[in-house]
């Protein structure tokens, strides 16, 4: 069975920085691009960032550039969001999600709860 | 970025009844490949979102047939043709064929 469970979400201030995790199991992690996907009660679902098998190719959504990074290690089954420079607007659920190119996304995490507020 | 605009926002439907949920794309989403990447989500009451249908009108594994989708270039429809209580949720189309991946806004499915 594919599960994905998220963590290291919480309270950060703005202009703060939060490190998301992603733990994979049931499938072979190794083989799949995989995606964050955040969801505000404003702005609904919005694709953050996605990366290749191996890590060398990465994609951000406008808004996250510069200040987000993403990564995984194959050989721990997980994925990383690394987010600096923390604004009020990036405050949403972060989903941890395995990629299905332009199909979207079949396997979700539960989402972990990133808040920014002074 | 490509901006999915649903319709209604909105959906009270009796039980049994069926339901009808509209999206348009700003542009067109027939993909080089021939493909169109039009698919829907649901988020159930507490839950992560669930893909339902992909590329226009493939159902998921597991999706009841009372599910369908058409439509092509801008214009698309996710219909239900019989409502059932644990369809009771939020509803949202994504565009794959366009960089960054888009949704809309949601559209709430309620029972009356």
């Known amino acids: 069975e594919v599960q994905l469970v998220e963590s290291g979400g919480g309270l950060v201030q703005p202009g703060g920085s939060l490190r998301l995790s992603c733990a994979a199991s049931?499938?072979?992690?190794?083989?799949?691009?995989m995606s964050w996907v955040r969801q505000t009660p404003g702005k609904g679902l919005e694709w953050v960032a996605n990366l290749n098998l191996d890590g060398s190719e990465k994609h951000y959504v406008d808004s996250v550039k510069g200040r987000f990074t993403i990564s995984r290690d194959n050989a721990k089954n997980s994925l990383f969001l690394q987010m600096n420079s923390l604004r009020a607007e990036d405050a949403a659920v972060y989903y941890c999600?395995?990629?299905?190119?332009?199909?979207?996304?079949?396997?979700w995490g539960q989402g972990t709860l990133v808040t920014v507020s002074s | 970025d490509v901006v999915m605009t649903q319709s209604p926002l909105s959906l009270p439907v009796t039980l049994g009844q069926p339901a009808s949920i509209s999206c348009r794309s700003s542009?067109?989403?027939?993909?080089?490949?021939?493909?169109?990447?039009l698919n829907w989500f649901l988020q159930r009451p507490g839950q992560s979102p669930r893909r339902l249908i992909y590329?226009?009108?493939n159902r998921d594994s597991g999706v009841p047939d009372r599910f369908s989708g058409s439509g092509s270039g801008t214009d698309f429809t996710l219909k239900i043709s019989r409502v059932e209580a644990e369809d009771v949720g939020v509803y949202y189309c994504?565009?794959?064929?366009?960089?960054?991946?888009?949704f809309g806004q949601g559209t709430k499915l309620e029972i009356k």
């Open positions: 590329k226009v009108s």
């Open positions: 542009q067109i989403l027939l993909y080089s490949d021939g493909n169109t990447y």
């Open positions: 049931g499938f072979a992690f190794s083989t799949y691009w």
């Open positions: 994504m565009q794959g064929t366009h960089w960054p991946h888009t």
């Open positions: 999600a395995r990629d299905n190119g332009a199909t979207g996304w079949v396997y």
